[in-house]
C-alpha cells in the first residue's frame, strides 16, 4: 500500500536524541506513513543509530556532503511517495496522535496548504517551560508578514503538490521557515492547529545564531519583494526584526525581557500527558 504521508527526518550529529525521536513517529496511531530519514554526512555514530530500527516505512538516505537543512527538506520532497507532507527534527518528539490530527483537518478543509500545531516546550534536562499559543486562520497568520509567521517549523504538515511548487532556499538556512512563508503567503492558505502536538527541545540559543536568523529574513524580504503587493515591505521587515534583535540582545546581555513571543503554563494534564509520553518511549 502506498503511503499516504511522507515523514521527512533530515538528521546532522544527532545520535544523542535520535530514538526518541524516531519512536514517536514508530508509535504513531495512524499508521500508513513513510519515514524519509536524510543524513547530512553527519560525523557522529547516527548512522548507526538509524539503522538500529528495523521497519520497512523507514528509508534512508546518506548524504556524501553536508549540504544544509534546505537542501535536505528539497530531496526530501523529491523523493515523497505520500500526498502529505510532515516535517519532525532529529531532537524533537511527536505526540501519538499528531500524523492523525493533522491529516483529519487537512482531508476536511481542502484550501489548506500548509498546517501548522502547538508544541510544548523543554530542554535537555527534561524541565517542561511551557507551551505556545498560535493563531489559527490564514488571514490572522499573515496579517502582518513583515512581523514573521507564528508556525512552529518542526510542526509542518501539508500537501506534497504545495511543498514541489514552493522550495526552500539555501541562502536562507537558519530562516528557511520564515523564508518560504513570505515567498508564498499571497498564494497560498494557512492555518494552525491551537493544540500541543509536539515536544520540542530548546535549549539556550546563542545570541549569534538569533540575529544571524534575522538577518536572514530581511535578506528574504529584499530577495523576493517584487512578488509581493505590499508598499515598502523589504522596509517594513528591516525595522521590525531590527526591533526584535534589540530584544534579544536586551534579554541576552541585560537580562531584560525581549520581544519575543511568551509561553504560556502548561495544565497538571498535559504535563501528566508528556511524562507518559517520554516514559512510553524509553
Not at 507532507?85 to 500548509?114: C, G, N, W
Request: glycine content about 4%.
Amino acid at each position: 500500500m502506498n503511503p499516504l504521508v511522507t515523514i521527512a527526518l533530515p538528521v546532522y550529529n544527532g545520535a544523542a536524541t535520535l530514538k526518541p525521536a524516531v519512536h514517536s513517529i514508530l508509535k504513531q496511531s495512524f499508521k500508513n506513513w513513510e519515514l524519509i530519514i536524510l543524513d547530512d554526512a553527519s560525523t557522529d555514530n547516527s548512522l548507526e543509530v538509524i539503522r538500529s530500527f528495523d521497519d520497512p516505512r523507514i528509508r534512508l538516505v546518506e548524504g556524501e556532503a553536508n549540504a544544509g537543512l534546505s537542501a535536505r527538506l528539497n530531496m526530501a520532497v523529491d523523493l515523497a511517495s505520500g500526498r502529505y507532507f510532515a516535517r519532525m527534527d532529529q531532537d524533537d518528539v511527536s505526540y501519538p496522535d499528531r500524523i492523525k490530527k493533522q491529516l483529519d483537518y487537512l482531508q476536511t478543509h481542502p484550501e489548506v496548504d500548509l498546517l501548522a500545531t502547538s508544541y510544548a516546550v523543554f530542554n535537555d534536562n527534561l524541565e517542561w517551560l511551557g507551551k505556545l499559543s498560535l493563531l489559527q486562520h490564514h488571514h490572522e497568520i499573515c496579517r502582518k508578514p513583515w512581523n514573521g509567521f507564528y508556525m512552529p517549523h518542526p510542526t509542518w504538515m501539508g500537501r506534497t503538490e504545495w511543498f514541489k511548487s514552493h522550495r526552500y532556499e539555501s541562502y536562507a538556512d537558519g530562516a528557511e521557515d520564515q523564508n518560504l512563508l513570505l515567498r508564498s503567503y499571497a498564494n497560498s492558505r494557512f492555518a494552525c492547529l491551537n493544540e500541543v502536538l509536539l515536544a520540542y527541545r530548546q535549549n539556550e540559543r546563542p545570541l549569534k545564531k538569533l540575529l544571524r536568523a534575522r538577518s536572514r529574513y530581511v535578506r528574504a524580504a529584499f530577495a523576493c519583494s517584487h512578488f509581493r503587493g505590499v508598499n515598502c515591505m523589504p522596509l517594513r521587515v528591516l525595522i521590525a526584526q531590527f526591533a526584535k534583535g534589540f530584544g534579544d540582545i536586551a534579554d541576552k546581555l541585560l537580562n531584560i525581557p525581549g520581544l519575543r513571543r511568551t509561553l504560556l503554563p502548561l495544565t497538571d494534564s498535559e504535563k501528566d500527558k508528556l511524562k507518559k509520553i517520554f516514559i512510553e518511549l524509553n
